[in-house]
């Protein structure tokens, strides 16, 4: 789990966001989980925990696709400590991170996404990178 926005959003994979003594530690109140092929976190009823299973590669419905940028809008417009996290944390979460950033910075997805793997390991999916900005591009 590593620190996107300080104080405020962080990235990470499947197993951080199941660690619930760290996400108390961070005082982390909202995980955003996008990885299909692992099975939901069971976490402490204080921690809200939003599922959009989304695939690491193409064939990935355009409303879940909205539906995890627009809820990362929302935690980070109402101030909710965030970690959205997908398998391995190399993917999904930094792709949907990049977006929402994006476009709440109104600046290129691809500028931010660069910026987020810049010193973090990654494995961005060209076709999930592809559908998720095809898909915000429909609605922007």
Wanted: glycine share 4%.
């Amino acid at each position: 789990m590593h620190v996107v926005v300080p104080d405020q959003l962080w990235q990470g994979n499947a197993a951080d966001g199941r660690d619930a003594k760290a996400l108390f530690a961070a005082n982390i109140a909202l995980v955003i989980d996008l990885a299909k092929e692992e099975p939901p976190a069971s976490l402490p009823r204080d921690i809200a925990y939003c599922r959009i299973p989304l695939y690491d590669g193409a064939g990935n419905d355009v409303a879940l696709l909205n539906l995890s940028v627009t809820t990362l809008h929302a935690a980070l417009a109402g101030g909710l400590r965030t970690l959205v996290v997908c398998s391995a944390g190399m993917s999904r979460s930094p792709s949907v991170v990049a977006v929402a950033l994006s476009e709440l910075k109104q600046c290129p997805a691809e500028e931010v996404l660069s910026l987020l793997t810049e010193t973090q390991p990654h494995d961005i999916s060209p076709a999930f990178w592809q559908e998720l900005m095809a898909s915000r591009n429909r609605d922007h």
